[in-house]
């Protein structure tokens, strides 16, 4: 079996590029919400996400299959065990991002969002109002762990749906090798 360091920098690579996929779709949504709303816009960001998700998903099957063909000694849980380990890669990775562009790059970007979501809401009265207000500096902090906690989550499921086939449990298979 593959010792931790190499399992980790796999795991790191693949982190590296679907966190960073979800960075480059996170930027260009936000490009474009800056841009101005219009349905030409808005049917440009529903391809963005869409090609961003199905583009993850395809992915993280890719990096599992790589692993299992680099380990040919990987089973089922091993190939499951290396997904989890690039869905907290990735996770982590976006998750600090979204942290650093709250507190740092454009602190009022998701406050602006909250309270102009909150005002044109008929069923906010002034208490509730005032509890947005209050959660407004804890914003980053929340953002951070529900974004962690979403995509690491939503890794570790892709990989267990991967993972149960990866490597192939056909017992054929190794007849259509020879």
Request: proline share 4%; hydrophobic share 50%.
């Amino acid at each position: 079996m593959t010792d931790k360091k190499t399992l980790f920098n796999s795991a790191g690579i693949g982190g590296l590029v679907l966190g960073g996929i979800s960075i480059a779709y996170f930027i260009f949504g936000t490009l474009i919400a800056e841009a101005g709303a219009g349905t030409g816009l808005s049917l440009l960001s529903g391809l963005l996400w869409l090609v961003k998700f199905v583009g993850c998903i395809m992915l993280m099957k890719f990096f599992l299959k790589k692993y299992s063909a680099a380990e040919p000694d990987a089973d089922s849980s091993d190939v499951f065990r290396f997904g989890r380990l690039v869905a907290l890669f990735s996770a982590l990775l976006f998750s600090a991002f979204i942290l650093a562009f709250s507190t740092y790059i454009n602190p009022e970007y998701f406050e602006d969002a909250i309270l102009t979501a909150a005002q044109n809401n008929p069923m906010f009265n002034g208490e509730m109002m005032d509890m947005v207000e209050e959660m407004l500096p804890k914003l980053p902090t929340i953002t951070f762990f529900s974004q962690f906690i979403y995509c690491w989550l939503f890794g570790v499921v892709l990989s267990a749906i991967f993972s149960r086939n990866i490597p192939s449990s056909n017992p054929f298979d190794s007849i259509d090798e020879q």
